[in-house]
């Protein structure tokens, strides 16, 4: 017995955008009891040269998307990254669990060994798939959700860690 | 072919202490750069109620030990939560990845359907081992090291996303 890949990617970022999903619901309700504009969070970040709440989102929903269309060849949707609300947020992490739902097992077949390179400029790193999910996709979907969390704790809102790793209670 | 719970498991959570161990070597480098007290940066948080940079590398060391003791059943080292120092820090990731790399594919038969039960007091989730390992101890060991790059990026250190993502070029 052992994992398949679609086990360890599929429902492993549906869990994650869930997650985010209800962090960003807190952060929304923290705002709107404090009478704070909800532009401040969605804009708050760690660093200057660090992306703010709403691209670490974005980043979130394109890692995962475009992970699982690189290993399935199931295309992804795109999306403008244009999202400047808690609302519109919401919706591209619906939107994007709504692609992950579609992919089934079996488009996954072969997908460990399947080549992928990556291109970012001067970094173009390639990969087997097995390798791309476990050393790249996954740590890289779980820093923006992690980051997502981090930025809204040192933003002050009531969100613990027992929000982001779900609830199991 | 598929994924076994040892490919998932020890050679991730070795590349991401690999990639914590390098962080914190940035992170002494720029406090001796700058002639600034060490202290400043191990002991830096993002928020009151969060745990600073050194706690952040004893959990990342706890959360990838103990998980691979969970499902193994191979005894983890315990050690003392009282790292001071960047050398210190290093010491533990460096024993951390002398007990991953000591726990053998084989140790993992049947892991994928052990009963795992935490206790964290009022909260005390159950898991089938694949569930554990997905869903709660790779997320909770990637909030680990994204933190402490957070943390780092947050006072000032120059590091980046591709630190954190590690060295594919």
Redesign the interface.
Known sequence: ?????H??SV??FV??LKVLSDLLGKAEAYAEQHGSVPDALISAR??D??LPLSAQVQRASDTSKLSVERLSGVPAPKFEDNETSFAQLQQRIADTIAYLDSVAESDFA?S??RAIKLNFG??????KG?DYL???A???F??H???A??IL??Q?VPV???D???A??
Not at 122 to 127: D, G, K, N, V
Request: proline letters at 6%.
């Open positions: 017995m052992s994992l398949s890949m086990r360890v429902p492993v869990r994650g760690l660093a040269d660090m072969g460990e060994a001067s970094f173009q790193p390639e990969f097995d476990l050393t790249f996954l740590p890289n779980f820093f959700i992690a980051t969390h981090d704790r040192n002050g613990g860690k027992r982001y790793l779900g199991y209670a």
